[in-house]
């Protein structure tokens, strides 16, 4: 279960960097709309503020995200320190200072190493022990950067002019997620595509649930008498081509598959012919994924 410091790091540093992305993948695309950008790519450095003028509030959030991060991993390393003399939890620049009080900086940057590596395993007949590998063993927390940060969004939070958030900020903020006290942005980033695909397939079983009434059951029969597979299989000319599948909506063999989710390659994704039904690629994987459930809870 999450700490709640960990739980508000990531509901808001997930919005930090889903923004940023959107913002970099819209900067690629008005430069060049053939290119094909990675989503999840590091931003190119520039010192404008990558959020302006789209996202409002981001100098709170990063303030928040900050914070509470912070406070996540003082609590962890050296517990009641994260708390002033008069109990109350301290600002994310006093934090940072605890930090560099236990582990001085250099040129800026702590690397604050992990207390509790992975445990000694046996190998070989036992008299020898090995540490297994990890990916890292400490969390880089640039200090400098960080309450460089801090000074940049208090002008906007405080209503003494603009924020002046850069990309270094926030790459130096979601760094943090590194440490053993937070690790929470990727389970908070598959909840949310988890959620907004469920949400995406609602929405379109809705409407077409509309459109079918609208034009009746018998309108909708004809026209699946009618229907032909745009994406039917040919060896040579679509090779990757597919059968119509029943369509959860209108009933009739008229959804026209595109392809089939990753987890069990069984639940197309694609458009009815007859209804308009929608369902993404995320909806299939959801759905994929909870007949993947359903189907071990029966077996047991």
Known sequence: MRDQRAEEFARCAVVL?????????????????????????????????????FMAGREGIFDQVLSNGLAAIVASEWPGEELDRNGRVRSASALLTVIEKHVPATDGIVLLPDKH?????????????????????????????????????Q?????????????????????????RSL???????????????????????????????????????QRAEHVANPNAYHPKHNPDGHDLDTCPVCGHETFCVEGFDPVLGQVGYGQCLVCTYTRT??????????EHLRSIMDDD
Do not use: C, W
């Open 17 to 53: 960097a889903a923004e940023l992305r959107e913002r970099r993948h819209d900067g690629a695309a008005a430069a060049d709309p053939e290119e094909q950008t990675d989503p999840f790519a590091a931003p190119v450095p520039t010192g404008d503020d990558p959020f302006a003028p």
């Open 183 to 221: 690790g929470v942005m990727g389970e908070e980033q598959q909840d949310r595509i988890q959620q907004t695909a469920q949400r995406e397939d609602a929405a379109s079983q809705k409407r077409a649930a509309e459109y079918l009434e609208r034009i009746g059951e018998e309108e909708a029969a």
């Open 281 to 290: 690629p995320g909806a299939a994987e959801d759905e994929a994924f909870t």
């Open 117 to 153: 590596p992975m445990p000694e395993i046996p190998q070989g007949d036992g008299d020898s022990l090995f540490q297994a590998p990890r990916l890292s063993s400490h969390t880089r927390i640039d200090v400098r950067t960080l309450q460089n940060g801090i000074e940049a969004s």
């Open 155 to 179: 002008a906007a939070r405080h209503g003494r002019g603009a924020g002046g958030l850069q990309h270094r900020h926030i790459e130096a903020l979601l760094a943090l997620d590194g440490h």
